[in-house]
């Protein structure tokens, strides 16, 4: 290549970091997803989080799918204070969310533990879906009759 040894080993020396730097970096964004480690838990929720972050709704009457009615209030909690301003601010579509799933529910949805924990679960994941800023990270039945 040059004259000058030292710079031919200089030069693959140089490439050969950028390449390693290179590969290192690629290697951490395939394989690194954002996921928690078993050792790297959410930290619990206290009470005084659990006051200040959680938002009530209406109580919500509506049908279900199969021609009962429902009387619900939920309350949901935010996962931090600007998550929760947005929560607030979004209450209208909140509910509308919350009357149109519950829509293509059944009795028998609510009538087991699982069937409310699935219930809960799809709307978490509606309601973060129309959140931009924040997360919503639990849903609490404060208020359940089906008639």
């Known amino acids: 290549m040059f004259q000058n040894k030292l710079l031919n080993i200089s030069l693959i020396i ?29 930290r619990p929720v206290s009470g005084s989080d659990v006051q200040e972050l959680a938002i ?15 009387i619900l209030t939920l309350s949901l909690l935010a996962e931090d204070r600007r998550s929760r301003d947005e929560l607030q601010q979004r209450m ?38 129309i959140m931009e800023r924040g997360t919503i990270i639990d849903v609490f039945y404060i208020e359940k009759v089906i008639q």
């Open 14 to 42: 140089l490439i050969a970091l950028s390449l390693l730097a290179i590969v290192s970096v690629l290697a951490y964004m395939l394989f690194y997803d954002g996921t928690l480690d078993d050792n790297d838990e959410p």
């Open 56 to 70: 009530k709704t209406d109580k919500i009457t509506t049908n279900l799918a199969d021609g009962r009615m429902i």
């Open 92 to 129: 209208v579509q909140v509910n509308d969310l919350i009357i149109t799933t519950l829509h293509s529910q059944t009795r028998k949805d609510f009538e087991t533990t699982e069937g409310l924990e699935s219930y809960k679960l799809l709307l978490l994941q509606r309601l973060n879906q």
